[in-house]
T-cell receptor, first 110, second 114 residues
Framework: GQQLNQSPQSMFIQEGEDVSMNCTSS?????WLWYKQEPGEGPVLLIA?????ELTSNGRLTAQFGITRKDSFLNISASIPSDVGIYFC??????????FGQGTELSVKP | SAVISQKPSRDICQRGTSLTIQCQVD?????MFWYRQQPGQSLTLIAT?????????ESGFVIDKFPISRPNLTFSTLTVSNMSPEDSSIYLC???????????FGPGTRLTVT
């Protein structure tokens, strides 16, 4: 089946540092979504991308939909302790199903 | 977006029993989905809950094990039947909003089977 390769698997950073994570696939996606999941909660939608090449920001978060439609990245600038959580990318495939990456676990040291 | 609630939020069940999880949305939605998230893992789609017809199951998931109901456009249930410890997971419902594929998730139901 389709797979999304998300990296890195985990990150340990200092407060104030910038963070970058990405997802790649062998398949084309029509939509890329980025979610954050905190312990005991469901995933929360952070950013949605709909067009190849699109660059979208949400506060300190910036995400891009790759030109080939097979990849996306998420950047977090000036990280703070509340950024801690697991970040998932998800691609909407041709059949309308969401395929999720394996997640990037972010830890921020104050 | 949509406000989604799930009941129960967590449960501990004995093997061989069944648990029904409820998902309620604050507005009418066409698309509702059920996912499983095993410990430390990503989300895997179990099925699409179709209003007025049988759910559409993904490969590896069957109706006898995970029967789903969708009586209206704001409510769905997922039953985990004849449970074993391998069914210990977080079960999440989500709704599709708009035409571009965005999905919003409920808080999840944390199931432990002993």
């Amino acid at each position: 089946g389709q797979q999304l390769n998300q990296s890195p698997q985990s990150m340990f950073i200092q407060e104030g540092e910038d963070v970058s994570m990405n997802c790649t696939s062998s398949s084309i996606f029509n939509t890329w979504l980025w979610y954050k999941q905190e312990p005991g909660e469901g995933p929360v939608l952070l950013i949605a991308l709909y067009k190849a090449g699109e660059l979208t920001s949400n506060g300190r978060l910036t995400a891009q939909f790759g030109i080939t439609r097979k990849d996306s990245f998420l950047n977090i600038s000036a990280s703070i302790p509340s950024d801690v959580g697991i970040y998932f990318c998800a691609g909407l495939d041709q059949g309308g199903k969401l395929i999720f990456g394996q997640g990037t676990e972010l830890s921020v040291k104050p | 977006s949509a406000v989604i609630s799930q009941k129960p939020s967590r449960d501990i069940c004995q093997r061989g029993t069944s648990l029904t999880i409820q998902c309620q949305v604050d507005s009418q939605v066409t698309m509702m989905f059920w996912y499983r998230q095993q410990p430390g893992q990503s989300l895997t789609l179990i099925a699409t809950a179709n209003q007025g017809s049988e759910a559409t199951y993904e490969s590896g998931f069957v109706i006898d094990k995970f029967p789903i109901s969708r009586p209206n456009l704001t409510f769905s249930t997922l039953t985990v039947s004849n449970m074993s410890p391998e069914d210990s997971s977080i079960y999440l419902c989500s709704v599709g909003v708009g035409m571009l594929g965005e999905q919003y998730f409920g808080p999840g139901t944390r199931l432990t089977v002993t």
